[in-house]
């Protein structure tokens, strides 16, 4: 069965060492629009009075993902600096999706994106979106696959809006929902 | 023994019958889990640091020791060293493997004579010895259950 | 005025850049969450 957590309560939580050491802690997710896999965090220090660390970790250098700490095997598990965060030389720069709209394909705006929901296991991914809807109400979609996505706004395909969860618990049949809806309209994909 | 019946009991310098200090906390090391030092009170400033091999003998009294020049200042200890005040269970949350914190390490039960771990006592459960993946800074790591 | 009005002044002035250097600082750490990818080919995408 898939884990789903808020992206919120990813971030802040400290790297931690399996010798004990806590390395940093949790700063940006950065993720692939294309598939939604999540490709690594960027890291801040843990103190008081201590900014970015400017060091990556990549998924794939992940321990564990825990509800209370971010695992990793040694201080070697972080990349020397952070270009695997920056994007590639065929990429644009990336969008930080909390804040921006989020807008159906046919123009019904759905709300504003608050967090986001990543499913965990394996091979994490971003698997939905919670939305402050214009009569502040705080809904979770699911959006699987690619998303269009600028600065200023999100765009999910129609049937999404019909796919809402009120908590984590009900997201993942609403995922289901989504993945098994009966029609499928040929102008989505 | 568990190490808050520990605390307290004199180290005894055996050339000179004399107390260095008592002992006030231990420092722990993985595979195998054991004692790596003992944190001291002594008359001087500051805490005191002692490498379990230089203990001669845990008795049930006194902790006794044969060469009192062995006793180092914690500051002098670099991070690296087993016995640096960083790996102190004491007080430190458990957190598994997978990320899953379980409690506070409130004491450690131990073998006098080996210095082998036994248990980490937690509030709600005794953590068996060989479990313990790394005491740092922040956590005692402990393998996840299966 | 009194020595000790200067002192005061003094320490609330520490206390204020500490506090906003630490606040700055909390502000840098905390993050969002990044889209990144390709970028979209062909004209009509909805960023152009």
């Known amino acids: 069965m898939t884990v ?6 990813i971030a802040k939580k400290p790297v931690v060492t399996l010798a004990g050491d806590d390395i940093g802690q949790v700063k940006d997710i950065v993720f692939d629009s294309s598939t939604g896999d999540i490709r690594c965090f960027t890291l801040a220090g843990r103190g008081l009075l201590s900014g970015p660390l400017h060091r990556a970790l990549l998924w794939r250098n992940v321990h564990a993902l825990g509800p209370h700490a971010v695992m990793v095997r040694d201080e070697s598990a972080l990349e020397e600096d952070d270009s695997a965060a920056t994007p590639g030389e065929d990429e644009r720069a990336g969008v930080n ?44 979609l699911p959006v699987a696959g690619p998303i269009t996505v600028s600065g200023e706004r999100i765009l999910v395909s129609d049937a999404t809006a019909q796919h809402s969860a009120g908590n984590l618990g009900g997201f993942g049949s609403a995922v289901e929902g989504l993945r098994h809806r009966p029609v499928h309209d040929p102008q989505e994909d | 023994m568990l190490l ?26 993985p595979s195998p889990a054991h004692i790596a030092g003992l944190r001291l009170k002594t008359r001087g400033r500051g805490h005191h640091m002692l490498h379990w091999e230089d203990v001669r003998s845990f008795g049930p009294d006194a902790v006794s020791v044969e060469e009192p020049d ?26 598994t493997e997978t ?48 | 005025m009194e020595w000790w009005t200067w002192l005061i002044i003094a320490l ?20 969002g969450v990044i889209a990144q990818g390709r970028r979209p080919r062909g004209g009509g995408g909805p960023e152009s």
Request: contains cysteine; glycine residues 10%; hydrophobic residues 40%.
């Open chain 2, 70 to 95: 062995r006793v180092r200042d914690e500051k002098d200890l670099e991070a690296g060293d087993q016995a640096h005040a960083v790996h102190n269970p004491i007080g430190k949350a458990v957190l």
């Open chain 1, 97 to 140: 999706v909390l804040g921006v709209a989020v807008t159906t394909r046919s123009g019904t705006q759905l709300g504003r994106v608050t967090d986001a929901v990543v499913a965990t296991g394996r091979k994490p991914a971003v698997a939905g979106y919670e939305v402050e809807t214009a009569e502040r109400e705080r809904v979770l």
């Open chain 3, 12 to 31: 609330a002035i520490f206390a204020a850049v500490t506090v906003s250097i630490a606040a700055l600082q909390a502000r840098r750490r905390s993050g």
């Open chain 2, 4 to 29: 808050s019946k520990a605390r307290g009991k004199a180290v005894v310098d055996l050339t000179t019958a004399e107390t260095i200090g008592a002992v006030t906390g231990c420092t722990v090391a």
């Open chain 2, 99 to 146: 990320g899953l914190e379980k409690g506070t390490v409130m004491d450690v039960e131990f073998d006098e004579q080996s210095g082998r771990i036994a248990h980490l006592v937690t509030a709600d459960e005794q953590i068996p010895g060989e479990d313990l993946v790394g005491v740092g800074s922040y956590a005692v790591v402990v393998t996840a259950p299966q």
């Open chain 1, 4 to 9: 789903y957590m808020r992206a919120g309560e």
